[in-house]
């Protein structure tokens, strides 16, 4: 009789933890990479080098609340300074609030090291960069 008791629970416990791991994995949020649209972008009049200065994006993220920013990425060739704005979307999410999600200015703080002109190059989803030129003194 004890071991039958034994067994049982032990059945039990295994079945319960499947369960319960099972369900872990449906929730399990999947998060889908996008490039973000800008459509402007905002620069202090004067940057210096050696200073750090902020740079504000403006743009679209996406049409409900499961849209979300993730990251900026940047890379400097020469005097070309690269910047992707990376969104994502739970692509698992059952409700996604029904909201507008905006950059609404998010900043980057940047640095450039040396006096001189730059071009600050945007990267869009379709390939294309806003450009903008920048004089650092």
Known sequence: ???????LIVLS??????????CEEENKTDYKPYLIK??????PEQINAT????????????????????????????NNIIVEVWGRINNNAEICPSVMVYLEGK????????IGN????IKQPDGSYLVEQILVK
């Open 118 to 121: 730059y071009t600050l190059k």
């Open 107 to 114: 900043e980057l703080t940047y640095t450039i090291q040396k």
């Open 51 to 78: 200073e750090p200065f902020n740079i504000h994006f403006f743009g679209t993220v996406g049409t409900n609340g499961c849209f979300q920013f993730h990251e900026f990425k940047t890379e400097t060739k020469d």
């Open 38 to 43: 800008i459509e402007s972008i905002k620069l």
């Open 1 to 7: 009789m004890k071991t039958f008791k034994t067994t």
């Open 13 to 22: 416990c295994i079945i319960f933890g499947n369960t319960l791991f099972s």
